[in-house]
T-cell receptor, first 116, second 113 residues
């Protein structure tokens, strides 16, 4: 399996509920990022969490990182219909010096549908 | 700040033709990345460039594909002798430093007929 795999593949919830998406990866990372993609559009950067951080918040988003389990989760609280999109995690690998390398490795994404 | 500009948004080419995809990074960003997205899939890294340098092209097919980021002008992804399997969305992203949150363009959707 590849670096950066999201779970579940698809998630369908009602407006107001919380949505949790998970991401697992295989190798040491410098940072992990979450992106959102609306159908047929480009990706929008949501949040970046560094390997020495455990949790980060941005508005209704909460990201956790567990480097011992090589996993991350994205929580969207009080979801809205406008949150309907695909969500991708992406990892930036650490090079020998421990800094980030450049390219990101994306997972297959979670398709989130929020029903009004 | 116009963001990352990609053109064209849609490109249709017949098999065997050449496709040229352009990307102008955000002002102040010197790192450019190209990714390809097949339908219902995540993005796959193709190439990472800085001005006049290819830093990492490990994701580029060995034949028919090339990329450049000249001193002046946009980055260009060039696909020669396109085949149907090249049909995909090609996204460009830029960043001010390596692998900190990218800014993505809206993509070029290439259709090979």
């Amino acid at each position: 399996s590849q670096q950066g795999e999201e779970d579940p593949q698809a998630l369908s919830i009602q407006e107001g509920e919380n949505a949790t998406m998970n991401c697992s990866y295989k190798t040491s990372i410098n940072n992990l990022q979450w992106y959102r993609q609306n159908s047929g559009r480009g990706l929008v950067h949501l949040i970046l969490i560094r390997s020495n951080e455990r949790e980060k918040h941005s508005g209704r988003l909460r990201v956790t990182l567990d480097t011992s389990k090589k996993s991350s989760s994205l929580l969207i609280t009080a979801s809205r219909a406008a949150d309907t999109a695909s969500y991708f995690c992406a990892t930036a690998l650490a090079n020998a010096g421990g800094t980030s390398y450049g390219k990101l490795t994306f997972g297959q994404g979670t398709i989130l549908t929020v029903h009004p | 700040n116009a963001g990352v500009m990609q053109n064209p948004r849609h490109l249709v080419r017949r098999r065997g033709q050449e496709a040229r995809l352009r990307c102008s990074p955000m002002k102040g960003h010197s790192h450019v990345y190209w990714y390809r997205q097949l339908p219902e899939e995540g993005l796959k890294f193709m190439v990472y460039l800085q001005k006049e340098n290819i830093i990492d092209e490990s994701g580029m097919p060995k034949e028919r594909f090339s990329a450049e980021f000249p001193k002046e002008g946009p980055s260009i992804l060039r696909i020669q002798q396109v085949v149907r399997g090249d049909s995909a969305a090609y996204f460009c992203a830029s960043s001010p430093r390596t692998a900190n949150g990218y800014t993505f363009g809206s993509g070029t959707r290439l259709t090979v007929v």
